[in-house]
């Protein structure tokens, strides 16, 4: 004998298509809004499963899911979309038991009612790592775009996700506009679409074309390597830790995007056989720099890959310089030797722009990372307002990391100390905003 299913939907041609759709598999009764489908609850006693959407006239989804939870509890399977965000959410907590983003294949309607029908198969949230899998987004980077290209995921739960929008879909901004209104900060896409949203192109395709095939092993190798880095050298004492994991994971975004070339790939690699420091630096300097950057509130991943990018390959100059040199104390360094280490910002300059897949701004950061508020910097004592918005971040992050991470000859201070010789080494030449964030990061008053 057939499940009984009752389906709820407003749009009387919709609902005759899911109708003619699910009469093959199941007994099939309608209803164009909540009132009438509690009508139909309360008279039948054999319904198995509610199809219902969320927005209707009289009575809406959630009004009759909170209906049936009291008087009449039957599985609900929600048909939710870009435009019900706060409702799916709100479904989910009442209890809904399944959820399927309009417009959804056939295939997938069916899908999702057996699995709800058959708890035991489990296919309603499939095993997933969120934060492994996933990547979360600030929500202005939808308000920004007119269409999406790639499929946005909405967090339920720790380990439960679920589609929200389809790639291709309009988004209706003025909704996603009262969803910040109201609080909700991120959605979610897959990591492998991070590419996709990013509003520059890094041009991998062509290299991959033109050059040969990346190892694999090699890049998991070196991925491995740099996570172990990561963890063992770039933590600072008193850091908030949420900041800093959430630093980690965009950084570990970064890097896979860009190990995809083998040309960034083997430049890393380069740089850290070089000096050890170095490229643990740059990773330190790539972390906090997007650390500092959220504390000021700048979300969109756009702008957090072009700085975690240009972290990442701020000091690629100095893989040419001695190593001796490198290493030396600073006050034994000769003025030579001083010249010699800050050409390093030019060289890195040059040999970014020789590479296909670094966008200019990435390499403009990288140029001016030694540059100050003051005209005073190198390699162009440039003026604060003609630099990139973006390097005072950087080199608040960078002359941070040269303080607190231990080296050969330095043992390393700690964050507040590292912060105290800031404000007064360089008060005045380092952007007074960049400085709060830090001690927001360390919570210093």
Known sequence: MNKKILIVEDDQFFREALKDLLKKNYSVLEAPNGQSAKEILSMQEDIDIVLSDIQMPVCNGIELLEWSKKHKPVPFVIMTGFSTVLETKSAYEIGAKGFIAKPFKNADLMSTLAAVLNPQDDKLFPTCDIKKDYCKVSIDEFVAKPKIDF????????????????????????????????????????????????????????????RSEISETKKLNFLKYTGEIILERTFINGVDKDSLKDAKSFLELTLSAVTESDESLELLDVLNSHSDHIY????????????IAKK?????????????????????????????ILDKPRHLVSKAERAAIESHVVRGQEILNAMQSIPSEVIQL??????DQQNLGYPMQKHKFHQHPLSKILQCANIFIEQTLAGANFAGKPAAEAIAHLESIYAGRMDPKCIKALKDLFKIN
């Open 151 to 210: 499929d946005v995921y909405i967090k339920l739960g720790e380990d439960k996700i679920i589609k929200l929008a389809h790639k291709g879909e309009e988004i209706p901004r003025e909704k996603l506009a009262q969803y910040k209104e109201k609080g909700l900060r991120y959605l979610y896409i897959l990591k492998g679409d991070f590419n996709k949203l990013i509003s520059f192109n890094l041009g991998l395709a062509k290299i991959m074309k033109d």
């Open 280 to 291: 643990a630096h740059s990773l330190g300097v790539a972390m906090y720099a997007v650390m």
């Open 296 to 324: 000021l509130e700048i979300e969109s991943p756009t702008t957090l890959y072009k700085l975690s990018m240009a972290g990442l390959f701020h000091d690629v100059g100095k893989k040419e310089i001695d190593r001796a």
């Open 366 to 371: 990288v140029l001016e990372h030694h540059e």
